[in-house]
């Protein structure tokens, strides 16, 4: 599986992004997609997850980004989103959308994610 991010960028505090992730290759064995973001000298951190196997459909957040951020699929485990409001400086990262194959639930770490894409850079300006 390959995922590639898109809709990067800077904006000022207050404003919104959407990301977009594109997955390609052996999809139909995906059973967790997710957002990650890293910011400089601080570790990798999940934003959202979404379940498409045992859960389908069951989302989680950081309490970081309840209200703010909106993660969705295209029901074909090809597509990926993440709708970003009301950003804040302390949103700035690179975003990383990550794939899990096989069975199970989502997990929270990275670790769990063995697909990763080169990540979109968002900047949040105060």
């Known amino acids: 599986v390959q995922v590639v991010e898109s809709g990067g960028g800077s904006v000022q505090a207050g404003g919104s992004l959407r990301l977009s992730c594109a997955a390609s290759?052996?999809?139909?064995?995906?059973?967790?997609m997710g957002w990650f973001r890293q910011a400089p000298g601080k570790e990798r951190e999940m934003v959202a997850t979404?379940?498409?196997?045992?859960?389908?459909?069951?989302?989680r957040y950081a309490d970081s980004v309840k209200g703010r951020f909106t993660i969705s699929e295209d029901n074909h485990k090809t597509e990926l989103s993440l709708q970003m409001n009301n950003l804040k400086p302390e949103d700035t990262a690179m975003y990383y959308c990550?794939?899990?194959?096989?069975?199970?639930?989502?997990?929270?770490?990275?670790?769990?994610?063995?697909?990763w894409g080169p990540g979109t850079q968002v900047t949040v300006s105060s």
């Open positions: 990550a794939a899990a194959l096989g069975r199970g639930y989502c997990a929270t770490s990275p670790t769990a994610f063995p697909y």
């Open positions: 979404v379940d498409l196997d045992f859960a389908v459909g069951v989302t």
């Open positions: 290759g052996y999809t139909a064995s995906t059973y967790c």
